[in-house]
């Protein structure tokens, strides 16, 4: 990580600090999470009440984010922030140790904020899009999420995911009232999904014979 800028300093409560931030090859594990080759760019402002990162790039092999971080009063903090084309199927290996046969790219917008004093201020906002990719599964969808730590609440705007003969729409509050419609002319879509929660292969209860549809 390299860090190189310049520095006014008129007292301990009274510089600022302008710097450019580079990093590369870094590594992150969190439990089953793992990310490597890591690449990270920003520009950087500092001064007694506020830290900024501008300009921020973080590069995976699982795609790219964009955007901004700020710290206030070293207390408040905000992300403004927007993945651009996340591959869905490598984000998914980097989380499981199993194979992941669904292929779409994540992009769109997300913002959270919160006070590091008060772990239940946390406020989320997503705007995302999947769009399909070949060499899977393909997936698309639109998903529309609002997490709002005071009130414990998690809102999802209309959303859905959709498969190569299945599409599911949703939308309303979680642990309220969520409605759901799920329309699918092959069940063999879910077979991948399924498989992520064993081992061994798992075979679908329920079959569709020609024609059929569940809806």
Do not use: C, W
Not at 95 to 124: C, D, H, Q, W
């Amino acid at each position: 990580l390299e860090v190189g800028g310049q520095g006014k300093l008129n007292g301990l409560s009274d510089y600022r600090v302008t710097a450019a931030l580079a990093g590369r090859n870094i590594a992150f594990r969190d439990g089953k999470v793992r990310l490597s080759n890591i690449q990270v760019s920003s520009k950087l402002l500092a001064d007694s009440r506020s830290i900024e990162l501008n300009a921020l790039t973080i590069r995976t092999g699982q795609g790219q984010v964009n955007g901004s971080v700020a710290l206030e009063d070293l207390t408040r903090y905000r992300a403004k922030l927007n993945l651009g084309r996340v591959d869905l199927r490598r984000l998914l290996d980097s989380a499981t140790s199993r194979e992941v046969a669904y292929a779409g790219m994540i992009s769109g917008p997300f913002e959270v904020t919160g006070n590091l004093k008060n772990s239940s201020s946390l406020t989320a906002v997503a705007r995302l899009n999947i769009t399909p990719q070949s060499g899977g599964v393909p997936v698309s969808g639109n998903i529309n999420v609002d997490y709002d730590g005071p009130k414990d609440t998690v809102n999802l705007g209309r959303s859905f995911v959709a498969l190569p003969s299945s599409r599911l729409d949703f939308s309303g509050a979680l642990g309220s009232q969520l409605d759901v419609h799920l329309v699918s002319r092959n069940l063999q879509d879910f077979q991948p999904a399924l498989d992520l929660t064993s081992n061994s292969p798992v075979m679908l209860p329920v079959q569709l014979e020609q024609g059929g549809i569940v809806q």
